[in-house]
């Protein structure tokens, strides 16, 4: 199933697959010495990319219910502050901020930093 949406509509799903590891190993087997060696020289300073934060159900459904319109919110206020629509100064930044607050920012916050802790063991 996987194969044929691959072949028949170019579908690919990351994550999904059989043995990706032996797809690597052809891939790798297909390079040139010159690629070879380009790809030694950059191993030890790539960073590996980081682990998707695991969320709880509870967690989800608090991204779900207020990131949009936190999201929107901050989107519409920083193009009212670039184009001066909104003046910058004290009392505007904190009318934004605090607004933000209302629209749930501390527990979006809170919520990122929790489930990174506990993606990361606490690190």
Same mark, same amino acid.
């Given at each position: 199933?996987?194969?044929? $949406?691959? %072949? ?5 799903? =990351? ?7 032996? *797809? ?5 087997? &297909? $390079? #040139? /010495? ?5 790809? *030694? *020289? ?5 960073? =590996?990319? +980081? %682990?998707?934060?695991? !969320? ?5 459904? $608090?991204? !779900? ?9 901050? /989107?519409?206020?920083? &193009? ?5 629509? @909104? +003046?910058?100064? #004290? ?6 901020? #605090?607004? *933000?607050?209302?629209?749930?920012? #501390? ?6 930093? @929790?489930?990174?802790? %506990? ?5």
């Amino acid at each position: 199933m996987i194969w044929t $949406l691959r %072949r028949d509509y170019g579908v690919w799903y =990351p994550g999904i697959g059989s043995d990706f590891a032996i *797809a690597r190993l052809a891939w790798e087997s &297909a $390079l #040139d /010495e010159k690629t070879k060696k380009i790809n *030694a *020289a950059y191993e030890p300073i790539i960073l =590996p990319s +980081p %682990r998707s934060y695991v !969320k709880t159900k509870e967690e989800q459904e $608090l991204e !779900k219910s207020k990131l949009t319109n936190l999201n929107k919110y901050m /989107e519409q206020k920083m &193009a009212e502050f670039v184009v001066g629509k @909104t +003046p910058i100064n #004290d009392d505007t930044i904190k009318q934004f901020t #605090d607004q *933000a607050k209302k629209l749930g920012l #501390d527990e979006i916050i809170s919520m990122y930093n @929790t489930a990174y802790k %506990r993606t990361y063991n606490g690190k």
